[in-house]
């Protein structure tokens, strides 16, 4: 257990539906990273927050946002679904921006249909 | 940008070892990382390389040549649970300097442990 907790565990929507996932960083965590993976892709970077403030965007759909909340947590949330979204999103977190090691949540597998 | 090449898919035999690839093309480095992920579970970190040579832990080592865009995870003494994605990954500073980096992944190698 890595001590990262994401909800839900699993999400099943439809096409051009919107939905939150939801991320908690290990304590005493600022920093929270975003990733999709899916079968064709692989482990893709989407963004991180550090202590509430965007500090890095990767490759993140603009139908994509997220936001870091002052107690810490993390909200991915992806609009108008296509079926191509279908993925697992993995929440991370780490001491600090500049921390080398990230601890991965379980992950949200989102079915989109 | 970067770009990671590893071998999709590998066998070996329990007890054995195992040699894992990784070459990259970075427009920029701050140290590469070795991951494990088991089927539908987190990645878990195994190690970071950031200078040239050789990280030891335990049953894994990690290799790094930086002027060659060239790494390796070696796993000795092979057990079944050993078989999972490996999953090599870059990291650079970000683009904006905002003192912070990303994360770049490689597709991963999965790695089967036959008896």
């Known amino acids: 257990d890595s001590g990262v907790t994401q909800t839900p565990k699993h999400l099943i929507t439809a096409t051009g539906q919107r939905v939150t996932l939801r991320c908690s960083p290990r304590s005493g965590d600022l920093s929270v990273y975003w990733y999709q993976q899916s079968l064709d892709q692989g482990l893709q970077f989407l963004i991180q927050?550090?202590?509430?403030?965007?500090?890095a965007k990767g490759n993140i759909l603009e139908r994509f946002s997220a936001q870091q909340f002052p107690d810490l947590h993390s909200e991915l949330n992806l609009s108008s679904l296509e079926l191509g979204d279908s993925a697992l999103y993995f929440c991370?977190?780490?001491?600090?921006?500049?921390?080398?090691?990230?601890?991965f949540g379980p992950g949200t597998r989102l079915t989109v249909t | 940008g970067q770009n990671i090449d590893q071998p999709t898919e590998m066998t070996a035999t329990e007890g054995a070892i195992v040699q894992i690839n990784c070459t990259y093309q970075t427009s920029g480095f701050n140290g590469l990382f070795w991951y494990q992920q088991h089927a539908g579970e987190a990645p878990t970190f195994l190690s970071y390389n950031v200078l040239d040579g050789l990280e030891e832990k335990g049953r894994f080592s990690s290799f790094l040549s930086r002027s060659k865009g060239y790494s390796y995870l070696l796993l000795k003494e092979l057990q079944m649970k050993d078989s999972a994605s490996y999953l090599c990954a870059v990291r650079d500073p970000d683009a904006a300097g905002a003192g912070s980096y990303q994360l770049t992944f490689g597709k991963g190698t999965k790695l089967s442990v036959i008896p």
């Open positions: 991370a977190s780490s001491v600090s921006g500049l921390s080398y090691e990230q601890y």
């Open positions: 927050y550090y202590n509430g403030e965007e500090r």
